[in-house]
């Protein structure tokens, strides 16, 4: 005999819980009976109110929405109750589930997590993975538990990291990735065939929520670190620096992801193939410091070699090139003293 499709409950905020519930409305192995996402909350410079993208998907396919601030009450919690889930899944969601939320479904609750768990539980496990360097990433689908992302794992795929992949394509790919794996593990779920494998906490990291202050590049590091650091927290909260100039006020600039250059010389000079048309001579490869142009890119100094732009946004200015900063800003048109220091 076939079996009825699951009841579906989704949970779910951003647009990364946005393209789960697109895998989910489109299998016809389940039915998503309805979608819980977090209340409309003011956003942007006119702090109008914006609905998740999980509730603009939701109402477009029909699909009731519930936005609880939490379920601190047993309203919130019967109310849920009431919608007899077999699977309550969640991804990107924003709230911590109680016992009794986590209770309610018959097949148990199930996640959608963008990290290779144990490593990098918590709130930015993609950020935090292509900040750290890693290789590799990946999804993992796992049963709920009370405590965070500790629960044990039905299914894991691996994706590799790309040396200029930043965390927003990362995004839309481990998104694509997590939708296809769910559907899998949901399939094995209704089946009786889910195998469920426990965590090993002694390997777990943790992956802290991202803040403004995370965008702050540190130039003392080597530049395949700053180049990692850069493209983990692009698109937001956005790499920046504050530049030093002599008898100016400091420049605050964003930049986004380049490439890793040349490597200085022992004595921390700064390479030959440096454009020195636009640099102050002789200018020293301590970190921080921008000597020149390298391929009409910005050449900073970082610890070990020359870390090349090729985009710099001053504040509250729109994006420009590397030459055209250099000389609206440093006064380096003809390398009559342009040299600055980013802090």
Known sequence: MPRPPLRVVFMGTPGFAAVILRHLLEWDGCEVVAAYTQPDRPCGRGQQCRPPEVKL???????????????????AVAELRSLRPDVLVVAAYGLILPQSVLDIPRLG????????????????????????GDAVTGVTIMRMEASLDTGPMLLQKAMGIGIDDTAGDLHDQLAELGGRLLVEALGKLAAGTAVTIPQDHERATYAAKL?????????NRPAAQVHAHIRGVTPWPGAYCTILREGQKDLRVSLGPGRIGPA????????????????????????????????ERLAIACADRLYLVDSIRPADRKPMDARAFLCGYLNACECDGGLAVCE
């Open 57 to 75: 998907l939701a109402l477009e396919h029909g699909v009731p929405v519930y936005q609880p601030l939490n379920f601190k009450t047993e309203e």
């Open 109 to 132: 609750p199930v996640n959608v997590h963008a990290s290779l768990l144990p490593r990098l539980r918590g709130a930015a496990p993609i950020q935090r993975a292509v900040m750290a």
């Open 211 to 219: 803040t403004k202050a995370d965008g702050l590049i540190d130039w």
């Open 264 to 295: 200085l010389s022992g004595d921390g000079a700064a390479p030959d193939c440096v454009d020195h048309a636009a640099a102050a001579p002789g200018a020293p490869g301590t970190p921080g410091t921008i000597v020149g142009l390298v391929d």
